[in-house]
């Protein structure tokens, strides 16, 4: 984030126009090759890596493709969220890192707004719940209680690699979601990029 945040200034604080022609970090990025390494999350096995319990954390011999695109989109998009999608996030237990670079999707730099992606502050005007952080008994109401809030139709978008697959901690909701939004914590171009993607949009 501070990386981005310098760039900002010597460039001049300005919405990124073209994501492609930015700076690419080597975490989060697709990993490739190969790695003996005895990853703390069985992130590899049987030469397999995995993306959704990657932590992204570096130690291993698999390198960095810079390649953002650490998502999946598992269904098609209702519809009607084509020129709209209401993104409510709820934070089952993260260390916050995931809810900051949720949220700084919303700032100037990346400006989500523009391709009609906003933030609503309750699940009772969203499309999409956007879940975060470790699964835990007893936020298992408490989703419930927001997913019956939600008019149809509405999505569930998993976010981070302890919501995908319990990251660190281990405890997932062993859910597939409608669209999996890898990293820890994702960052806001494999976001804007993941949602868009989902809405049919240019990238
Ligand atoms: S980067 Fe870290 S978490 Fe990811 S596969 Fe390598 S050791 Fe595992
Ligand atoms: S996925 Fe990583 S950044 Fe997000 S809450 Fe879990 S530990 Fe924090």
């Known amino acids: 984030m501070s ?23 080597d975490y989060p ?5 190969k790695s003996g390494y005895n990853c703390p999350v069985n992130a ?12 992204y954390c570096g130690k291993c011999d698999l390198k960095p493709t810079k ?26 237990g993260t260390c916050g890192a995931c809810n900051a670079e949720f949220n700084s999707i919303f700032y100037p ?4 707004n523009r391709f009609n992606i906003f933030l609503s ?28 809030a939600m008019p149809d139709p509405k999505i569930i978008i998993g976010f ?18 409608n669209v999996e939004i890898a990293g820890c914590p994702p960052d806001p171009y494999t976001i804007i990029s993941a949602i868009l993607k989902y809405k049919g949009g240019v990238k």
């Open 3 to 25: 990386q981005w945040f310098l760039k900002g200034i010597k460039k001049g604080i300005k919405t990124e126009k073209n994501f492609d022609d930015k700076f690419k970090p």
């Open 160 to 177: 981070g690699s302890c919501a995908l697959s319990g990251g660190i901690l281990g405890s997932s909701i062993n859910e597939k979601f």
């Open 29 to 33: 990025s697709r990993l490739e090759g």
């Open 109 to 112: 730099q990346y400006d989500a």
């Open 121 to 148: 502050n309750t699940p009772r005007h969203a499309d999409a719940l956007l879940l975060m952080g470790v699964y835990t008994e007893k936020m298992h109401d408490v989703m419930i209680d927001a997913l019956d």
């Open 67 to 92: 390649d953002e695109k650490i998502y999946k989109i598992n269904d098609k998009l209702p519809k009607m969220f084509k020129k709209s999608l209401y993104i409510y996030p709820l934070d089952s």
């Open 44 to 55: 590899i096995k049987n030469g397999e890596w995995d993306e959704n319990k990657c932590i």
